[in-house]
């Protein structure tokens, strides 16, 4: 009787994992998907709040993927025990706050966790060798390999044979004539593949999956952590620097003001946190106040929201602030802030 092999697969919801499972399935070997959520995660929340680009489909691209490959997905929540991978990284940060190496190591340490505990044979990722300079290049992938616990029970399907044979190929699991020698950045293999397996539908294949490789995004986490001075955090926190104009214009405070509907929706559950910001007279944006509440501060907050209303043009908006868990507050009758009178350097 010949025993049915079983692989655990990263699923990120990019196109790259998506090839890689079915290369392996086509060489009839049993997968599972595995997801673990940081909370720094693009997939399913910055999308699903927006309102920008409403023809956008609005889904967990690793669910998707998961069902269109016919594998079951597990979803784990690793918040915690990643915050030390976001603040020590012991290979430290790509070009922003991006810890690629480390995280790539710990995701594939859980994995190889979960792989022993549900007794699975190997992992798989969707790596490519030469794609991503910090944590996929030919002299970094062995690091992975061993600093994770995998060893040579990791498996780069797309780019096998660009790399040292694994045990999965050595012991005939996997024939490695069948397994991929993609290399560099293009992506025109990937696409070949796509065609050839009838796959017309998959995230966009450079969209990235996390917010830390993000210019903007990790500027805000920098402020956030000067501003506290520690660079711990909660997940409100990291959930939050995704949402609005994060606008500082002194170390004193920030606010976020809200840029559509859905993100004033949004925000709205974070009202009995912060103190909260709106035009009573005027259309506009909700934003949230995150600092010291002099009366100065509170006034130049509510001279920007009003910038960002339907009154920008007005000689006076009224403007309510309320403290949290306040329904009502004070209002604020505030000529709104002109260009000239916002630097570029206030927003992050």
């Known amino acids: ?73 597990h979803i784990i929540d690793v918040i915690e025990e990643y915050k030390d991978i976001v603040i020590n990284p012991k290979h430290g940060y790509g070009a922003h706050l991006n810890p690629c190496l480390d995280c790539k190591g710990f995701m594939v340490r859980k994995a190889e966790e979960w792989r022993i505990t549900n007794n699975f044979d190997f992992i798989i990722t969707g790596e490519v060798v030469g794609q991503r300079p910090m944590s996929q290049t030919a002299k970094r992938m062995p690091i992975v390999m061993r600093e994770s616990g995998a060893g040579n029970r990791l498996v780069r399907p797309l780019c096998a044979r660009k790399l040292e044979a694994t045990l999965p190929e050595l012991e005939g699991w996997l024939d490695r004539s069948k397994l991929g020698e993609i290399s560099g950045r293009s992506r025109k293999e990937q696409i070949a593949l796509t065609r050839q397996w009838g796959i017309k539908d998959y995230a966009q294949p450079a969209g990235g999956c996390c917010f830390l490789t993000n210019q903007q995004y990790a500027a805000k986490l920098q402020d956030l952590w000067t501003s506290r001075g520690t660079r711990e955090y909660e997940l409100d926190d990291i959930m939050l620097l995704k949402v609005g104009r994060h606008i500082r214009p002194n170390a004193d405070f920030k606010l976020i003001v809200c840029r559509d509907d859905g993100e ?51 000689s006076v908006v009224t403007v309510q602030v309320s403290e949290p868990r306040e329904s009502e507050g004070q209002e604020l009758n505030v000529t709104p802030l002109d260009t000239t009178e916002m630097p570029r350097e206030w927003i992050l």
């Open 1 to 73: 009787m010949v025993t049915k092999r079983k692989a655990v697969a990263l699923i990120s919801g990019g196109l790259d994992s998506m090839l890689a499972v079915r290369m392996v399935q086509e060489q009839g070997i049993e997968v599972e998907g595995i997801n673990f959520y940081t909370g720094f995660c693009v997939e399913g929340h910055t999308h699903a709040i927006r309102n920008h680009d409403k023809k956008k489909k609005k889904r967990n691209n690793a669910l998707w993927v998961a069902e269109q490959l016919g594998i079951k997905l």
């Open 264 to 314: 004033n929706n949004f925000a709205t559950g974070y009202k009995n946190r912060f103190i909260s910001l709106y035009a009573n007279s005027h259309e506009g944006p909700l934003a949230l106040f995150d600092g010291q509440a002099s009366t100065e501060n509170l006034k130049l907050a509510a001279r920007i929201v009003a910038r960002y209303g339907k009154g920008k043009h007005a």
